[in-house]
């Protein structure tokens, strides 16, 4: 997959440096990636409303005399209300505005000029998962689009499920119509969740540490392993860590 990029900007300077940035940084990574200069916020939002998207969006905020917010502002909450789910983050020449922009789910708020280091972190961060695969849980309040990353475990009781997030918040289904399996299904197949309980899904991602009987979550949370399961729950977390491990590896 190239990993797509929109730095909207008028700037060509700016442009050119976030530009060739990004093409070492992914070259270093073996990966495609294509940068793409849009160069007002108008732009962005008509792009995206005509099927345009990308895996990341940097957004410069300019300053406009008499306007108390900047257009790419007001474009990213556009496209948040348009259930755009990939990372953005934001670059401005002051830090007015870093609380508006976060109030839009910006990873980032990079100041002008910036040093190479904080646009390669944005990067790592925005090469990971946390914006990646979503589930769509029915509540008693509507539709709740909840990221995989977000998901600490899954717990199933009298046919509802709780999906317990790493905040340790829980948003909780209406009554299942279908087995606790089928809900399990996609996150299970994603790689970092595992099954080790009929009742639970865990994020092997989120735990702290796997002790007698336990999985012991990092929000302190603890999820139990049934006394039959705990030799082919140990070897599985035991593989997954290896796993990790090997990736990180030069």
């Given at each position: 997959m190239i990993?797509?990029?929109?730095?909207?900007?008028p700037d060509g300077?700016l442009?050119?440096?976030?530009?060739?940035?990004?093409?070492?940084?992914f070259a270093?990574?073996?990966d495609?990636?294509a940068?793409?200069q849009v160069?007002?916020?108008?732009a962005?939002?008509?792009?995206?409303?005509?099927?345009?998207?990308?895996?990341?969006?940097?957004i410069e905020?300019?300053?406009?005399?008499?306007s108390?917010?900047p257009a790419g502002l007001?474009a990213?909450?556009?496209?948040?209300?348009?259930?755009?789910?990939?990372?953005?983050?934001?670059l401005a020449?002051?830090p007015?505005?870093a609380y508006?922009?976060?109030?839009?789910?910006?990873m980032?708020?990079?100041l002008?000029?910036f040093r190479?280091e904080?646009l390669?972190a944005?990067?790592?961060?925005?090469v990971?998962?946390?914006y990646?695969?979503v589930v769509?849980?029915?509540?008693a309040?509507g539709?709740?689009?909840l990221?995989?990353?977000?998901?600490?475990y899954?717990?199933?009781?009298?046919?509802i499920v709780?999906?317990?997030?790493?905040n340790g918040?829980t948003?909780?289904?209406?009554?299942?119509r279908?087995?606790?399996?089928?809900?399990?299904r996609?996150?299970l197949?994603?790689?970092r969740?595992y099954?080790?309980?009929r009742?639970?899904v865990?994020?092997?991602?989120?735990v702290?540490?796997l002790a007698?009987?336990?999985?012991r979550?990092?929000s302190g949370?603890?999820?139990?392993?049934?006394?039959?399961?705990e030799a082919?729950?140990?070897?599985?977390?035991?593989?997954w860590l290896?796993q990790q491990?090997a990736?990180k590896l030069?």
């Amino acid at each position: 997959m190239i990993f797509r990029i929109a730095v909207c900007t008028p700037d060509g300077l700016l442009f050119s440096r976030i530009r060739r940035h990004c093409m070492e940084y992914f070259a270093r990574r073996t990966d495609e990636c294509a940068v793409e200069q849009v160069e007002g916020a108008e732009a962005l939002v008509r792009q995206y409303e005509e099927g345009a998207r990308y895996e990341l969006y940097l957004i410069e905020l300019i300053e406009v005399p008499g306007s108390p917010v900047p257009a790419g502002l007001k474009a990213a909450s556009i496209l948040r209300c348009r259930n755009c789910r990939a990372p953005l983050a934001f670059l401005a020449k002051t830090p007015a505005y870093a609380y508006n922009a976060f109030r839009v789910d910006a990873m980032q708020y990079l100041l002008i000029p910036f040093r190479s280091e904080r646009l390669a972190a944005l990067l790592d961060r925005a090469v990971e998962p946390e914006y990646g695969p979503v589930v769509s849980v029915t509540t008693a309040e509507g539709i709740c689009v909840l990221p995989y990353a977000d998901i600490e475990y899954l717990e199933c009781t009298h046919h509802i499920v709780h999906f317990h997030r790493k905040n340790g918040s829980t948003v909780t289904s209406l009554s299942l119509r279908v087995p606790f399996s089928e809900v399990a299904r996609p996150l299970l197949a994603d790689g970092r969740f595992y099954q080790h309980h009929r009742s639970y899904v865990i994020n092997m991602e989120a735990v702290e540490q796997l002790a007698e009987g336990e999985f012991r979550m990092q929000s302190g949370a603890l999820v139990p392993v049934p006394r039959c399961r705990e030799a082919e729950t140990r070897t599985a977390f035991r593989a997954w860590l290896e796993q990790q491990a090997a990736r990180k590896l030069p």
